[in-house]
């Protein structure tokens, strides 16, 4: 974490930008339903945190109010093109960890894929908090550690080599949400206790 926080920490997603909708077409073949249903009880004025290239934004009406954030410009880039015909669609470069927003400024926020990749996770989800209107929800589509005896070392291991191009593999998601101050209301496993849908309150 620390020693991948270093200056030029978000490189890699500025490199990673330009294959990025290549790389993940199937992850959107395969969980763009779920994600779509998941991501319609969002309402009002939406926090759409880490949108990279935008592989989210056909998930939301034309008309819904969204702020996607990002780190990376080269992934804003790429979004920005999706956004043609978005009236009430904003983008916005910035840290999750040190937003410029002010306290209770959005009715939702959307994660999607963002806590395996947010360098101090917590840090990240405190701002969400923050920022989020009290009795407002978060509704997030995240891979996470699995619990599975054999399947959690590997995780490890391979999270040694993922994270120096792209994401971790080990994060405890669900766990940093209730660190962060949420109520966890519903989780749901969408591939075995790998891919999760979290949905959390302030
Ligand atoms: C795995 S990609 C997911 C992109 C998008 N949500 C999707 O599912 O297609 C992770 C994204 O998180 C962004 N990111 C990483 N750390 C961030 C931070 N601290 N603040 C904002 N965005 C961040 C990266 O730039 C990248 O676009």
């Not at 996470?144 to 998601?173: C, K, Y």
Request: charged letters at 30%; glycine letters at 6%; aromatic letters at 10%.
């Amino acid at each position: 974490m620390a020693e991948l926080k270093d200056k030029h920490w978000w490189a890699k997603w500025d490199r990673a930008a330009g294959k990025f909708d290549f790389m993940n077409r199937g992850v959107e073949l395969r969980f763009g339903k779920d994600k779509q249903e998941w991501f319609s009880r969002a309402k009002g004025l939406t926090l759409l945190v880490a949108v990279g290239t935008g592989l989210d934004l056909p998930y939301f009406t034309k008309d819904h109010s969204l702020v996607g954030i990002d780190i990376s410009k080269n992934m804003l880039r790429i979004a920005a093109k999706k956004c043609e015909g978005r009236k009430n669609t904003k983008l916005i470069q910035v840290d999750v960890e040190t937003l410029s927003f002010a306290d209770n400024s959005f009715d939702s926020i959307v994660t999607s894929c963002t806590f395996c990749s947010v360098p101090d996770p917590v840090q990240g989800l405190k701002e969400l908090y923050r920022v989020l209107k009290p009795g407002g929800k978060m509704y997030m589509f995240e891979h996470v550690q699995s619990n599975i005896f054999w399947m959690a070392p590997m995780m490890d291991a391979m999270t040694l080599i993922t994270r120096h191009f792209g994401p971790e593999l080990n994060r405890r998601t669900g766990k940093n949400v209730l660190k962060a101050g949420f109520r966890l209301t519903e989780e749901v496993n969408i591939h075995l206790d790998m891919v999760k849908l979290f949905e959390a309150e302030k």
